[in-house]
Structure formats: structure tokens, C-alpha cells
């Protein structure tokens, strides 16, 4: 059996009002959110250190 760590995407909706882009990014699923929990994975298993994952993601966020 697969024991890596995995991550789901979230859902879109739920009879939320606003933009797909707001709905998507109170869920989580957005594409900022979705880089954060990548660079969070990787950490959480050692693929990169956290100054790392810290910097990329400043980097991300501008």
C-alpha cells in the first residue's frame, strides 16, 4: 500500500455566492493555495528543508 502523504484539491461551489476565483480561494484551491500546500508536502517529507519551502513561497506571494 502507497503510504506518501497526499493532498486534495478542495471542491469549487457549494451554493456559495461570489466569484469561481473567491470561492476557489476561501476553499483553498485557488492556485496561491495550492503551491503552499505542495511546498508544505515536500517539507512534511523532507524534500526540501523550511527556509527553503519559506523562501519560495515569499517568492510566490510577491
Same mark, same amino acid.
Given at each position: 500500500m502507497d503510504r506518501r502523504p497526499r493532498t486534495s484539491p478542495g471542491t469549487d461551489g457549494f451554493g456559495l455566492s461570489g466569484? !469561481? /476565483?473567491s470561492v476557489r480561494e476561501h476553499f483553498g484551491v485557488d492556485p !496561491?493555495?495550492?503551491a503552499d500546500a505542495v511546498l508544505k508536502s515536500v517539507e512534511e517529507v523532507g524534500h526540501i %528543508? %523550511?527556509?527553503v519551502s519559506? /523562501? !519560495?513561497a515569499r517568492r510566490l506571494h510577491g
Open positions: 466569484t !469561481r /476565483e !496561491r493555495s495550492i %528543508a %523550511a527556509p519559506g /523562501e !519560495r
